[in-house]
């Protein structure tokens, strides 16, 4: 399988943060996107940015921004569906979404991630271990065909918000990563969380 397309995903509202955009508050010597852009860029044939309100404030990024198709801030589902639409125009057959406040994800993520794909299974989400309930999907990390594009913009018109409703239909891989001492997936959503992560970056995770 060739290289996807990748998709970061910023459309949230950033409530617990006070609203405005998480990816561009700083960490270490760079902001949260710039990390993450960093971690993703390598991995894919081109990026493009999912993000809603004024597309300037993203302009050093140099990146495609590409607002929600579905109105009212229909969640991830709706970052994707954006990214499915700009690879179709590209004439890509994947994508990758990653989310843009989570800086540390792994760095052979899209590989992994391809590794598990098939027919039968079109979709592939990443998880990590959980000693309850045995894995965790991050279900903004995932692998997407872009044949299955007016499926998901039909099932977002329905009204269908949550992505693992929607990727269980589908026969949908679980790729497990190792969390290890600090959880890959780690994603910034209040103050201490974007304390936490400076003190992951000053460790070298």
Not at 66 to 91: K, M, R, T
């Amino acid at each position: 399988m060739t290289r996807p397309l990748g998709i970061i995903l910023a459309g949230g509202l950033a409530t617990r943060m006070g609203g405005g955009d998480k990816c561009l508050l700083p960490l270490g010597d760079a902001r949260v996107i710039d990390h993450v852009i960093a971690r993703i860029a390598p991995q894919v044939a081109g990026l493009a940015l999912n993000a809603n309100g004024d597309p300037a404030r993203f302009s050093d990024l140099n990146l495609p921004v590409l607002a929600d198709s579905i109105e009212g801030f229909a969640g991830p589902l709706a970052g994707v569906l954006a990214g499915l639409d700009w690879a179709a125009g590209q004439g890509a057959s994947h994508i990758v979404s990653v989310a843009a406040d989570t800086p540390f994800f792994p760095r052979d993520l899209v590989a992994s991630l391809q590794q598990e794909t098939d027919p039968a299974h079109p979709i592939a989400l990443a998880a990590t271990p959980d000693p309850d309930r045995g894995k965790t999907r991050h279900p903004t990390f995932g692998l997407w065909p872009v044949a299955l594009r007016d499926d998901l913009r039909a099932a977002l018109q329905d009204g269908l918000r949550k992505v693992v409703q929607w990727t269980d239909l589908h026969g949908t891989a679980t790729v497990v990563f190792d969390a290890g001492a600090n959880d890959p997936f780690f994603n910034i959503n209040t103050p201490a969380d974007l304390a936490r992560a400076r003190g992951m970056l000053a460790e070298g995770v």
